[in-house]
């Protein structure tokens, strides 16, 4: 079996370039990590300009959201937000299960206590009889497994890059937690401007219905126009009442990110009057630095290369020493005033040599495994350079879009007050304002929503950039 086991380490991708026996003379089998070649590019698609030293990424998030009420939720989602502290628990678990791994490098002490009466058929000389006696034993154990080929160690370093990647998700849930609760409350005021343009547009669509009334009243117009003033002004009442509820579900759903129960949220800057930070970005190569998700995807790979030095350590025997010491006696006082009376000494060797290919098939799923943690490391690697790709493409679009939507809301403003004229004068029939009225303000939302997608695409950036992550974990929960 060791034999073969030689075989299988000599002819593994993974195993380190001096094969088995090099691995043997450092007493540690298996092979030794090196990080997957990935080469990125030099710059990310769609920037525009040349790469800077200084990163959007580098910034701490109260320096990126600069809205105080935006700060204030981030700042309570950060301390009371469910999913962070399941986060940080299992951060903690983690902790716990390397020293669970790395035990067994120590000599394993224990004590076991006795105590026991019997009847037994005895024969004597006189003839046959039955004995009754008690017996007491107190003893020690102490038991150490040599890791001469480095099993243990292996698990170690398995359970510790565990440990590293659980402590790279907390900081991905903090990142997700900030972008999320930014990305909401951004939407909740892009839903508030998206209201006001509603019962503005009501109140336009009930003026015009008035007008279109006292036309028909005095016979100057049919009732056609009224009929159609009154569905358009129906239809923004039905608007209004279905943005009121979008609002109160947005907020029903930032109360939970923060960790609260459902209520009303404070408002800060209205949306219009949102600045959007400058956005620099920084080396390519440090993304893979800061991005929590690349990190945890690494540790994890260096957590599947420990266990294929596991699986492949198990292949060779298992070498140990036990101790034994105590004492016994018939009666309990005896127990320790008769010394130690009882003590064994004992080296043990123990190997596989058949057991239906078990051994060989959990080697080869754990490198297998390990080839599929090295996959989706790097295709995490591509999906992060597409999400700051996407981002910078939202943000270069969005400045030309948001600029004719505001020219085009100017020109249907002058057309609407162009067609009431008109109307008033006789020259223009009631389709015509109507018309005009109709084509404005779903102009005014697309504008709003582009507002807010210039913000969300901030958000978007600094989050695929890795933000804030060198931040400690009191400088997340706490702003300077």
Request: charged share 20%; glycine share 8%; proline share 4%.
């Amino acid at each position: 079996m060791v034999l073969i086991a030689i075989a299988v380490a000599g002819c593994s991708p993974t195993a380190a370039p001096q094969g088995l026996w090099g691995k043997l003379w450092s007493l540690e089998v298996g092979p030794d990590y090196r990080r997957p070649e990935v080469k990125p590019v030099e710059e990310f698609r769609s920037q525009i300009g040349p790469a800077e030293a200084r990163s959007l990424a580098d910034l701490a998030w109260w320096k990126v959201f600069n809205d105080k009420v935006l700060q204030e939720l981030i700042v309570t989602g950060l301390a009371h937000n469910y999913d962070l502290q399941l986060a940080a628990a299992r951060v903690e678990q983690a902790r716990a299960l390397v020293g669970v791994a790395a035990s067994p490098l120590y000599p394993q002490i224990g004590y076991q206590g006795l105590a026991g009466r019997e009847k037994a058929f005895v024969p004597i000389e006189e003839g046959n009889g039955n004995i009754t006696f008690n017996a007491f034993a107190g003893l020690f154990n102490v038991a150490w497994e040599i890791d001469v080929w480095g099993r243990i160690r292996r698990s170690t370093e398995a359970a510790r890059a565990a440990l590293f990647a659980q402590e790279d998700i907390r900081r991905d849930v903090m990142l997700t937690l900030v972008s999320d609760i930014a990305t909401s409350y951004y939407s909740l005021l892009e839903l508030d401007r998206e209201l006001a343009i509603a019962q503005e547009s009501a109140e336009t669509y009930k003026q015009t219905l008035d007008l279109f009334t006292q036309r028909f009243q005095f016979g100057k117009d049919s009732k056609l126009p009224v009929a159609r003033a009154q569905a358009a002004y129906d239809s923004s009442i039905a608007n209004v009442a279905s943005l009121k509820r979008a609002i109160v579900q947005q907020e029903n759903a930032l109360s939970i990110l923060v960790g609260e129960f459902p209520d009303r949220i404070e408002r800060g800057t209205e949306l219009t009057q949102q600045a959007t930070p400058s956005t620099p970005l920084g080396a390519t190569t440090d993304i893979m630095e800061r991005r929590p998700d690349i990190l945890q995807g690494e540790q994890n790979v260096i957590g599947a290369n420990a266990q294929v030095g596991v699986a492949l350590a198990n292949f060779f025997p298992r070498i140990g020493l036990s101790a034994l010491y105590g004492g016994q006696s018939m009666n309990i006082g005896d127990v320790v005033d008769n010394s130690f009376s009882i003590w064994s000494i004992a080296g043990s060797l123990a190997g596989p040599i058949f057991q239906g290919g078990r051994i060989f098939e959990t080697y080869y799923a754990q490198q297998a495994f390990w080839e599929g943690t090295i996959a989706q490391y790097k295709q995490t690697v591509l999906i992060a350079f597409r999400e700051v790709s996407d981002a910078l493409i939202a943000q270069t679009t969005l400045v030309d879009q948001r600029q004719a939507l505001e020219h085009q809301v100017v020109s249907l403003k002058e057309a609407v007050d162009l067609a009431l004229l008109r109307y008033n004068a006789g020259r223009a029939s009631y389709f015509e304002v109507l018309e005009a009225e109709q084509l404005l303000f779903p102009a005014q939302d697309a504008l709003a929503q582009t507002q807010r997608d210039q913000l969300l695409a901030v958000v978007n950036l600094y989050k695929a950039l890795g933000g804030g992550w060198d931040l400690s974990d009191t400088q997340w929960t706490k702003p300077r």
